[in-house]
């Protein structure tokens, strides 16, 4: 089986992020704290809580070569926290925002972190040596509603941005003295701070949870009506497919490797999407079902996708009730599964990875034993 660890750590989990070994997790539980976790003898200890916000924390991430902490919070603030022998420090941010901040995500180089709000901005933050402070820049009057996901590319300049406008957005996050101007890469070093690069308009509904491909060449997001969306060559003339789901909508999603997609969300179980060799995207399965959908329901029109349930209901006589009962659980999580973290190095092939949800765990996956998802 996929999973090798259930942790219960709280009653509900808002997100979480793991330290650069994996020794120790970090995590909110529904409130204005960080509770730190460290693995002791084969039993995890809490080791330190983190309190400076006034409000519940949105979003937390841990950078894997500085070892520091960036939490965003719904009081509008965000704090940077350097371990300073045993203690963990704040350095607080000034985002000049008025409503929530709802999510925050470091740049591969570490040198600027992104941080979505609901008050339809995206704040870049960096450090300036000569002030010893955090300062950001705001992308304003882009978005026309709450930021829910950000994700940088591997260049570390562009960012893409999901919002509950239905759009998916890409952006410039050059900043002339932070960024080195690249030959190479041309077009994101060329645009300047806050430039749209490209608006993706595929949703009809609330966007989550955008990500990037190792190489950067794929985007996938999802949205509020049960679909999932994967754009190639992400610029002036995309390419985009949308997979229908015939459950509950994904909030998270994960690229394990490069034509392979982790999604995660209201039905508890992580979804497995992957390309195939003309690059066309399906579902593959959920972790823990023995076999694969049959090719008939992976390739079903939109309206059989979606209504596709409710007709095998009425036709075998079987009660709305009882359908549902079945599906309440997941194999290791009994709610909404809202955060997926890789476990080990952001390379291109991730074997191992974690999620958190409503229900107050955090499980660990292993996709070793899966041999029909090894590539």
């Not at 609901?118 to 026309?144: F, M, P």
């Not at 932070?178 to 994101?188: E, F, I, L, M, N």
């Not at 003309?278 to 008939?296: C, D, H």
């Amino acid at each position: 089986m996929a999973v090798t660890a259930v942790h219960q750590f709280a009653q509900c989990i808002t997100c979480h992020a793991w330290s650069p070994d994996q020794s120790m997790v970090a995590f909110c539980p529904n409130n204005n704290e960080v509770h730190i976790y460290k693995l002791v003898e084969d039993k995890w200890e809490k080791v330190y809580v983190l309190q400076k916000h006034d409000q519940v924390i949105s979003g937390i991430d841990w950078s894997r070569r500085s070892n520091r902490i960036v939490t965003a919070s719904h009081d509008r603030n965000s704090y940077v926290w350097n371990l300073e022998g045993s203690e963990w420090v704040p350095t607080l941010v000034i985002l000049r925002l008025n409503r929530a901040a709802l999510c925050v995500q470091w740049s591969p180089k570490e040198n600027k972190f992104a941080v979505g709000s609901g008050a339809k901005t995206v704040c870049i933050c960096y450090y300036e040596q000569e002030n010893n402070w955090w300062v950001s820049k705001l992308i304003r009057k882009r978005h026309d509603s709450s930021v829910t996901s950000v994700s940088w590319h591997p260049d570390n300049i562009l960012l893409a941005t999901t919002s509950t406008d239905g759009k998916c957005r890409v952006f410039s996050t050059f900043i002339k003295g932070v960024d080195a101007k690249d030959s190479k890469k041309g077009t994101s070093s060329d645009s300047k701070f806050g430039e749209m690069i490209v608006q993706l308009d595929l949703s009809s509904s609330w966007t989550f949870g955008v990500k990037w491909s190792p190489s950067g060449n794929t985007l996938a997001y999802v949205g509020h009506n049960s679909m999932i969306y994967f754009v190639d060559d992400v610029g002036p003339s995309p390419l985009a497919q949308n997979v229908v789901l015939r459950d509950l909508p994904l909030r998270d999603v994960l690229f394990v490797s490069e034509r392979k997609v982790i999604g995660v969300g209201f039905d508890c179980n992580p979804m497995v999407f992957a390309a195939d060799e003309r690059g066309i995207w399906s579902f593959v399965r959920s972790l823990g079902e023995q076999k694969a959908l049959s090719s008939g329901s992976r390739y079903g029109s939109q309206f059989s996708e979606a209504f596709g349930k409710f007709y095998g209901q009425s036709k075998h006589g079987v009660s709305n009730d009882a359908v549902e009962a079945s599906r309440t659980r997941g194999i290791a999580h009994e709610n909404c599964i809202n955060c997926i973290m890789p476990l080990g190095d952001r390379g291109t092939l991730i074997r191992r990875f974690s999620t958190s949800g409503l229900d107050g765990r955090i499980v660990v996956w292993d996709l070793e034993n899966e041999q029909d998802l090894l590539e």
